[in-house]
Nanobody, 121 residues
Framework: VQLQAYGGGLVQTGDSLRLSCVASGRPFANYDMGWFRQAPGKEREFVAAISRTGSRTYYADSVKGRFTISRDKITVYLQMNSLKSEDTAVYYC?????????????????WGRGTQVTVSS
């Protein structure tokens, strides 16, 4: 499975950005998906996840109400609104390996290359 995240960039505080993640090599629609991020000097942290049907979504408290995860047949999106400087990080999409837990990175089997999001104040 190959995952590719894109859509990052340099924005200002309060701006919006939409990230996209596409997958190849495996039926994408059969898997739950997640977004993580890693800021310099920090551990990778959970941002959001979505079930394979899109009926269930999960968010980290730090992004709840500002970020929205969604998907269609070939792409997973992360709409990021009201961006803050603390959202600056490399963002990764990941394919969930099954089970009931979505926040640990160990729950995900495949990871894409990240995309840099920088929010300037």
């Amino acid at each position: 499975v190959q995952l590719q995240a894109y859509g990052g960039g340099l924005v200002q505080t309060g701006d919006s950005l939409r990230l996209s993640c596409v997958a190849s090599g495996r039926p994408f629609a059969n898997y739950d998906m997640g977004w993580f991020r890693q800021a310099p000097g920090k551990e990778r942290e959970f941002v959001a996840a979505i079930s394979r049907t899109g009926s269930r979504t999960y968010y980290a408290d730090s992004v709840k109400g500002r970020f929205t995860i969604s998907r269609d047949k070939i792409t997973v999106y992360l709409q990021m609104n009201s961006l803050k400087s603390e959202d600056t990080a490399v963002y990764y999409c990941a394919l969930h390996g099954g089970g009931s837990y979505y926040t640990p990175s160990a729950a995900y089997d495949y990871w894409g290359r990240g995309t840099q999001v920088t929010v300037s104040s």
